[in-house]
C-alpha cells in the first residue's frame, strides 16, 4: 500500500478512521508503510506527507492526516 493509498483509505473508511484515532501505530504497522511516512504521519508533519505521498492535496481533519483525492 502507498502513502496515497492510505490517506485515501483513511479519507473514506470511516472505521479505519476510528481504529486510527484509538491506535495510530497498531494502524500504520499493518500498512507496510516506511519508517518515514509513519513518523511524518505520527507527528502531523503534513508538509513531509504531501512530500512523501506526492500530493498537494492533503489535509489534517481531528488531528488525522487525509486526502480525498481520487
Do not use: C, W
Amino acid at each position: 500500500m502507498t502513502l496515497l493509498d492510505f490517506l485515501k483509505q483513511l479519507g473514506s473508511d470511516a472505521a479505519l478512521a476510528e481504529a486510527y484515532k484509538r491506535d495510530p501505530k497498531g494502524v500504520l504497522a499493518k500498512t507496510g508503510l516506511s519508517d518515514e511516512e509513519k513518523d511524518a504521519l505520527l507527528a502531523g508533519d503534513t508538509e513531509q506527507v504531501k512530500l512523501l505521498a506526492g500530493s498537494d492535496n492533503v489535509n489534517m481533519i481531528d488531528s488525522i492526516i487525509v486526502t480525498y483525492e481520487e
